[in-house]
């Protein structure tokens, strides 16, 4: 009771600090996925402000005349290149540039600095392709001759019957520093989920969910992200995210949609931020649980003392009527103890006149056996005396001494069951130890009705055991199958001797009515039988497992009620040659 009392305000703690954690945590995420989808809303916005700065550039520079006089007169370039980095300086645009129908640049912003666009083959790029089919285009990627990433947009450009792309790049990184200056965890995935800006440097050049490799062998072919590893890179979510919910390594994100572009935004916040809280309020549960559960306890003490107080009469009296029943119980007890006593006795006495009776057959058996070797002799000689002419006496004295014989086979073998055998183990075969054994039942047999089917190999099996105490085991096995089998019609019996794993195994099993459940563990108790007529005295399978235990054996049994019961003896096998040597 003292420590059920102990654990069950600990109990109520922890269950409270749980509810309270759980109430919390979603409290508090639900409050960090507002925060976040209201700096997503406005990031948002910043990102297609800052693009829109530049959607129309394109546009309005390519109706420029000298733009136009560039796609068809090489003398016009030159106008070209100062009025493209005019341009590019009052917009605020990182670089413009002119591409003619094959790809090539001939003008641009940059024309008369390190790393200069003209001249350099852009058909590869989404942005030229896209302008010439469609007429504008747009993509992200890292610049290839200056290695500056940047956002293109594209429109395309016709004069006569030249035509040609006009490019302006926005450098977006602006937006990157800002976020970094401020520690805001944000970062700008393209359409196929790679991130290109970001807040944190662990994010950039990474992608949201493991790319397919059409996505991937794309971005290489555009060489959208050149000098980046995107085979290699890791993935920051272990799956292509599903909703505006995102969780990653120590971080909870959420995710939107920049309409005019397909990218992807995410905002993040530690983890820390929700699970901080939480368990600050799951502490201040669980120390709230434990006053109040301190307090209960208390009020229950003195309601138990009062209790107490009132009802001691009342127990003493239980107490009184409890020590009777168990002087009832004990009286009882006794009485049962009595009656299993004198049921013992009662079994020593038969066994002690079977016992008698077992030295009296043996003296009969002694007896008998010189008369029937001299009737056999005087059966002998008169069969030798017959005249040859007389053809109906001579098989009839044959039968008689067949008879005579197997009298005393049937004696021999009873004067070799019922003699004491010495105590030292020898170097036996199981197979003639069988055989005897089977012969001494079958009278028994042949009254029941089932002769007993005998299974065993070739060869011998060797055991160190008494022959004479062997017999008497396979004995008992045999006499309790035969037993079980009477009165079932078509029950079987079946004694299989073989070896198996360094064993020698003996088993007896019969078709009969099995032994129940409940019964099975007791088989083996001395006096105990299954037999309601009072045949039996209950010895067999206990003699039989004492008898193996000496032998260094075991006696094993399973029976399934209905089905039958199959009784199995294991030995351990003996080396004649070894055992020879020794």
């Given at each position: 009771?003292?420590?059920?009392?102990?654990?069950?305000?600990?109990?109520?703690a922890?269950?409270?600090?749980?509810?309270?954690?759980?109430i919390?945590?979603?409290?508090?995420?639900?409050?960090?996925?507002?925060?976040?989808?209201?700096?997503?809303?406005?990031?948002?916005?910043?990102?297609?402000?800052?693009?829109?700065?530049?959607?129309?550039?394109?546009?309005?520079?390519?109706?420029?005349?000298?733009?136009?006089?560039?796609?068809?007169?090489?003398g016009?370039?030159?106008?070209?290149?100062?009025?493209?980095?005019?341009?590019?300086?009052?917009?605020?645009?990182?670089?413009l540039?002119?591409?003619?129908a094959?790809?090539?640049?001939?003008?641009?912003?940059?024309?008369n600095r390190?790393?200069?666009?003209?001249?350099?083959?852009?058909?590869f790029?989404?942005?030229?392709?896209?302008?010439?089919?469609?007429?504008?285009?747009?993509?992200?990627?890292?610049?290839v001759?200056?290695?500056?990433?940047?956002?293109?947009?594209?429109?395309r450009?016709?004069?006569?019957?030249q035509?040609?792309?006009?490019?302006?790049?926005v450098?977006?990184?602006?937006?990157?520093?800002?976020?970094?200056?401020?520690?805001?965890?944000?970062?700008?995935?393209?359409?196929?989920?790679?991130?290109?800006?970001?807040?944190?440097?662990?994010?950039?050049?990474?992608?949201?969910?493991?790319?397919g490799?059409?996505?991937?062998?794309?971005?290489?072919?555009?060489?959208?992200y050149?000098?980046?590893?995107?085979?290699g890179?890791?993935?920051?979510?272990?799956?292509?995210?599903?909703?505006?919910?995102?969780?990653?390594?120590?971080?909870?994100?959420?995710?939107?949609?920049?309409?005019?572009?397909?990218?992807?935004?995410?905002?993040?916040?530690?983890?820390?931020?929700?699970?901080?809280?939480?368990t600050?309020?799951?502490?201040?549960a669980?120390?709230?649980?434990?006053?109040?559960a301190?307090?209960l306890?208390?009020?229950?003490?003195?309601?138990?003392?009062?209790?107490?107080?009132?009802?001691?009469?009342?127990?003493?009296?239980?107490?009184?009527?409890?020590?009777?029943?168990?002087?009832?119980?004990?009286?009882?007890?006794?009485?049962?103890?009595?009656?299993?006593?004198?049921?013992?006795?009662?079994?020593?006495?038969?066994?002690?006149?079977?016992?008698?009776?077992?030295?009296?057959?043996?003296?009969?058996?002694?007896?008998?056996?010189?008369?029937?070797?001299?009737?056999?002799?005087?059966?002998?000689?008169?069969?030798?005396?017959?005249?040859?002419?007389?053809?109906?006496?001579?098989?009839?004295?044959?039968?008689?001494?067949?008879?005579?014989?197997?009298?005393?086979?049937?004696?021999?073998?009873?004067?070799?069951?019922?003699r004491?055998?010495?105590?030292?183990?020898?170097?036996?075969?199981?197979?003639?130890?069988?055989?005897?054994?089977?012969?001494?039942?079958?009278?028994?047999?042949?009254?029941?009705g089932?002769?007993?089917?005998?299974?065993?190999?070739?060869?011998?099996?060797?055991?160190?055991?008494g022959?004479?105490?062997?017999?008497?085991?396979?004995?008992?096995?045999?006499?309790?199958?035969?037993?079980?089998?009477?009165g079932?019609?078509?029950?079987?019996?079946?004694?299989?001797?073989?070896?198996?794993?360094g064993?020698?195994?003996?088993?007896?099993?019969?078709?009969?009515?099995?032994?129940?459940?409940?019964?099975?563990?007791?088989?083996?108790?001395?006096f105990?039988?299954?037999?309601?007529?009072?045949?039996?005295?209950?010895?067999?399978?206990?003699i039989?497992?004492?008898i193996?235990?000496?032998?260094?054996?075991?006696?094993?049994?399973?029976?399934?009620?209905?089905?039958?019961?199959?009784?199995?003896?294991?030995?351990?096998?003996?080396?004649?040659?070894?055992?020879?040597?020794?």
């Open positions: 009771m003292t420590r059920r009392s102990t654990l069950l305000p600990i109990l109520a922890l269950i409270a600090g749980l509810l309270a954690w759980l919390a945590d979603r409290w508090a995420t639900t409050s960090l996925h507002e925060g976040l989808d209201r700096s997503l809303l406005l990031t948002a916005r910043a990102v297609d402000a800052e693009i829109d700065r530049f959607r129309a550039l394109p546009d309005v520079a390519s109706e420029d005349a000298r733009i136009l006089a560039a796609l068809t007169d090489p016009a370039l030159d106008a070209a290149n100062r009025y493209l980095e005019n341009i590019a300086v009052h917009a605020g645009a990182s670089d540039f002119l591409i003619n094959t790809g090539q640049t001939i003008a641009a912003s940059n024309w390190p790393g200069s666009f003209v001249g350099e083959d852009y058909s790029r989404p942005y030229f392709t896209q302008a010439a089919e469609t007429g504008h285009g747009q993509f992200y990627a890292i610049g001759t200056t290695g500056v990433p940047g956002y293109f947009l594209s429109t450009v016709t004069s006569g019957n035509t040609g792309v006009l490019v302006v790049k450098d977006l990184r602006p937006l990157q520093a800002t976020w970094r200056s401020a520690g805001v965890q944000m970062a700008l995935a393209d359409a196929d989920g790679m991130v290109f800006l970001s807040g944190r440097e662990d994010w950039l050049y990474r992608p949201l969910a493991p790319l490799a059409d996505v991937t062998e794309r971005l290489i072919a555009t060489r959208a050149d000098g980046v590893d995107l085979q890179a890791t993935p920051l979510l272990p799956r292509a995210p599903l909703g505006a919910d995102a969780t990653g390594t120590g971080w909870i994100g959420r995710l939107t949609t920049v309409e005019r572009t397909g990218w992807r935004l995410i905002a993040a916040r530690p983890t820390a931020d929700v699970t901080g809280p939480a600050v309020w799951a502490l201040i669980a120390v709230l649980a434990l006053a109040a301190a307090g306890k208390s009020w229950e003490q003195r309601r138990q003392l009062i209790a107490l107080r009132l009802s001691q009469s009342e127990r003493l009296e239980a107490m009184v009527t409890t020590r009777t029943a168990d002087l009832a119980r004990e009286v009882d007890a006794r009485r049962q103890a009595e009656t299993d006593l004198r049921a013992a006795q009662e079994h020593l006495i038969h066994a002690e006149k079977m016992a008698a009776l077992g030295r009296m057959s043996t003296a009969i058996v002694h007896e008998i056996s010189q008369p029937l070797a001299a009737m056999e002799a005087t059966l002998a000689a008169a069969e030798i005396g017959l005249h040859t002419s007389d053809t109906t006496t001579a098989p009839r004295l044959a039968t008689a001494r067949g008879l005579i014989r197997r009298m005393q086979r049937t004696t021999k073998h009873l004067k070799s069951f019922g004491k055998e010495a105590g030292e183990l020898k170097l036996i075969d199981l197979s003639p130890v069988i055989t005897s054994a089977l012969e001494l039942i079958t009278p028994r047999a042949r009254a029941v089932v002769i007993p089917v005998v299974l065993q190999g070739d060869g011998p099996v060797f055991v160190m055991a022959a004479v105490r062997m017999e008497q085991v396979a004995v008992n096995l045999i006499l309790n199958a035969l037993d079980a089998a009477e079932h019609p078509g029950a079987t019996i079946t004694v299989t001797l073989g070896t198996a794993r064993q020698a195994q003996l088993t007896v099993t019969d078709t009969g009515p099995g032994i129940a459940a409940d019964v099975l563990p007791r088989v083996t108790e001395p105990f039988s299954t037999r309601t007529t009072g045949e039996g005295l209950g010895l067999g399978l206990a039989s497992k004492a193996l235990s000496e032998f260094g054996g075991h006696l094993g049994i399973e029976s399934t009620p209905g089905h039958g019961t199959t009784v199995a003896v294991t030995l351990p096998l003996a080396e004649p040659a070894r055992e020879a040597a020794e």
